[in-house]
């Protein structure tokens, strides 16, 4: 995971936080006396977490749109063999006329702790049980039980970074959501037992649900896309890599 501050040169607004092998990106706010008005609009709000499509949509502000006249020459000009708006965003810091705002790589330990602290609250995994309940499970080791209020068609799954549950491109809810609007729980055993036969999986489970072969999981282990526990696989992970993948 790569880590970049967004500011100027008296404030740090937010983070820019990204995962460059899975491409995967979001940011979050940093307790700052100003922010450029995008961020604001957030604040306001009392968003502090923006969700990739809101910082995707910020990224769009500041690099060449891929429908640029000309771009495939441009790219070419620059280096690049395809479009990826992240690392035009990288390589130009961000950096825009329309202010003095830029990206700063920094390492994990200089973010605030105004942000750590929150980030302490991350989603490290979560069930999905009955009549639209969530046991969901933080970083900060508390578990919690979240209803959701709307009909799900399909299977949620976690983001890499573990700020979101996904269950589409309409439905998708925030750590902060979670963490917030939820009622503390104790895991049953009963819970218990049944994530562990619904969600652990062994390679001939991933196996059929891919419908690839045995040959292809191995692969799949080998090169760490899905994360493997005493030789088992967690549902969770296979989603996660087949949304990807």
Known sequence: MNVY?????????????????????????NNSPYYPVFFEL???????????????????ERVIPADRQNIAQILKDNGYKSYNEIELLIASKA????????LKKINYSDVSNYVKDRRKKLVKDFIKASNNNLIVFFEDSTS????????????????????????????????????????????SYDN??????????????????????????????KNGAMIIKNKFFVRNDLKTYKNKY
Not at 7 to 25: G, H, K, L, T
Not at 95 to 102: E, G, H, I, L, V
Request: hydrophobic letters at 30%.
């Open 95 to 102: 950096k825009s006329s329309m202010d003095d705002n830029y």
């Open 5 to 29: 501050e967004i500011r100027n040169d008296e404030y740090v607004f937010a983070y820019f936080f990204y995962i460059p092998d899975s491409d995967e990106c979001y940011i979050e706010l």
């Open 42 to 60: 957030f604040k306001n709000k009392g968003v502090l977490s923006l969700n990739e499509d809101w910082t995707r949509d910020w990224i769009g």
């Open 192 to 221: 218990l037992f049944e994530y562990i036969n619904k969600n652990i999986l062994t390679s001939s489970d991933v196996q059929e649900e891919l419908n690839v072969s045995r040959q292809y999981v191995g692969e799949i282990k």
């Open 144 to 187: 919690k039980e979240y209803h959701y209020d709307f009909k799900a068609d399909e299977e949620p799954f976690l983001t890499s970074f573990g700020n979101e549950i996904i269950f589409n491109s309409s439905y998708r809810i925030s750590y902060e959501e979670l963490y917030s609007n939820s009622k503390e729980c104790i895991l």
